[in-house]
């Protein structure tokens, strides 16, 4: 009898590993499906699988690009930390863009209409060109002003406006890698995605030591290597993924009949974008003058909070995966009219994500010493590091929730509720509190993160009562 149960418990255990392992294999394996029948837990799985990867391979990238740029000197740490406070406006353009080609697409796959999703692809990319090729120009031309404005010193603005040039004239490999994931992710193909920047991550961890230090036949480029070593290998991220596009064997396959202007797509494309771009415009825009708030503590404390704030994307990212996962149920579901579906799925990937983010959290409270240490052992550095990474740490639980809730609104096409709510918890509530913190009372570094935890603590918190009102249920794009 014994014997009996023990080999049927073995049976149940293979078939339950065997069930996993197929999940995962088709997770990876890049079938674009619809996620609106079926099991929700399953469909949440098969999305964050791949997602999660993709954003763990940006995570990645940050923290390679820093341990890198931080063996150059503390001023090469900052100016990236400079540089990336303005460039996320950049980030905020590519992923406002991103949230309306997920929604737009994701909706038109729900309602069984890929030659809609596929017009759809075509005329957000035609205005991520436009705007692509402002910002090179502006970048460019402007390069010393921002690192001045941002409060770096000559010395700063002398040996490392290279990198600042470089980042901002091949702004377009950062507009499209964003951009043409989340038009596959909308599409159910999220492994693609991840594939894409594994290909890219790769190629710029082997590029980074060579072209930073000069090995081999290489000359040594400093802090603008670590650039040049970011735009080749998104660029030939981009490179794949347009041929993907193209190949014509996806959902979404873009022929030639799509490459024109369509003026009412292109329309409800800005309409969407708009507030989404405005809404991480306005989040990018707080951490610049958070930036320029913490450079008046010195160089060491900006160095310290840009390896804390690499650090905490390695984790962010992946978290992230899990909210695009939720953008994309959501959208599929609501094209297919099944908004209870879209609902269930949302608060079932924040629970998720919430239990990851309280893992991540426990050890980077535990552990911030070591792990900020191992990036630069300056112990101003150190110190201002692992002030921040724990202040930090303590809130990713409500971040856990605001990231899902937030992607959510997005995925609806909602765009609008979690833009007005940046406004107010950003601009009008972690600026002033910052500002009041750190200079005010002279709490410094501090007073800036524990600015941030309030904000967004108090931020996501918002977000869930605004879903639960379930107006985004009735949004039409």
């Given at each position: ?81 400079m540089t990336e406070s303005v460039v996320t406006i950049i ?113 710029n961890i082997v590029l980074d030591p060579i072209l930073i ?238 600015a941030v935890f309030i904000a967004e603590s108090i931020m ?18």
């Amino acid at each position: 009898m014994p014997t009996f149960a023990a080999a049927n418990l073995v049976t149940q255990l293979y078939l339950r590993m065997s069930k996993i392992f197929k999940t995962l294999k088709q997770a990876l394996s890049g079938e674009e499906q619809e996620f609106t029948t079926g099991s929700i837990n399953r469909a949440i799985v098969l999305l964050s699988i791949p997602m999660v990867l993709e954003m763990m391979m940006e995570g990645i990238f940050a923290l390679v690009d820093i341990y890198f740029v931080s063996k150059i000197s503390p001023e090469a740490t900052a100016t990236v930390g400079m540089t990336e406070s303005v460039v996320t406006i950049i980030y905020s353009i590519a992923i406002g863009l991103s949230a309306a080609a997920t929604a737009t697409v994701a909706r038109r796959i729900g309602e069984h209409d890929p030659e809609g999703a596929a017009k759809a692809a075509v005329q957000a990319c035609i205005l991520a060109l436009v705007i692509s090729f402002i910002i090179s120009v502006v970048g460019i031309v402007f390069a010393e002003n921002i690192l001045r404005l941002m409060g770096g010193t000559e010395k700063q603005v002398v040996e490392c406006v290279g990198y600042t040039k470089v980042i901002f004239g091949s702004n377009f490999v950062i507009m499209f890698i964003f951009l043409l994931n989340a038009i596959f992710r909308g599409a159910g193909n999220a492994s693609i995605a991840m594939w894409v920047l594994v290909v890219s991550n790769a190629i710029n961890i082997v590029l980074d030591p060579i072209l930073i230090f000069g090995w081999g036949p290489f000359p040594a480029m400093g802090i603008t290597g670590a650039a040049v070593a970011t735009s080749i290998g998104r660029g030939i991220g981009v490179c794949i993924q347009v041929y993907l596009l193209l190949r014509g064997t996806n959902i979404i396959k873009i022929a030639k009949r799509h490459l024109v202007l369509h003026i009412e797509t292109i329309v409800n494309m800005m309409r969407v974008a708009s507030t989404g771009t405005l809404q991480y415009i306005i989040a990018s825009a707080s951490w610049i003058f958070l930036m320029a708030i913490i450079a008046k503590s010195g160089t060491e404390a900006v160095s310290g909070y840009t390896i804390a704030i690499r650090i905490l994307i390695f984790t962010i990212m992946p978290a992230w995966g899990m909210a695009n996962a939720a953008a994309t149920l959501v959208g599929q579901n609501l094209g297919a009219k099944q908004p209870d579906r879209a609902e269930a799925s949302v608060w079932r990937t924040a629970h998720m994500d919430m239990v990851f983010m309280l893992v991540v959290s426990i050890i980077y409270f535990l552990f911030a010493r070591p792990i900020v240490s191992s990036f630069d052992p300056n112990p101003l550095v150190v110190e201002s590091g692992v002030l921040a990474l724990r202040i930090f740490s303590i809130g990713y639980v409500f971040f856990a929730y605001g990231m899902v809730i937030s992607s959510a609104f997005n995925g609806a096409g909602d765009t609008l509720t979690p833009t007005l709510v940046n406004l107010v918890c950003f601009w009008l509530l972690e600026i002033p509190l910052g500002w009041l913190l750190a200079i005010r009372f002279g709490h410094g570094l501090a007073g800036v993160c524990w600015a941030v935890f309030i904000a967004e603590s108090i931020m996501a918190v918002v977000l869930v009562v605004l879903f639960k009102k379930g107006k985004w249920k009735t949004v039409k794009i």
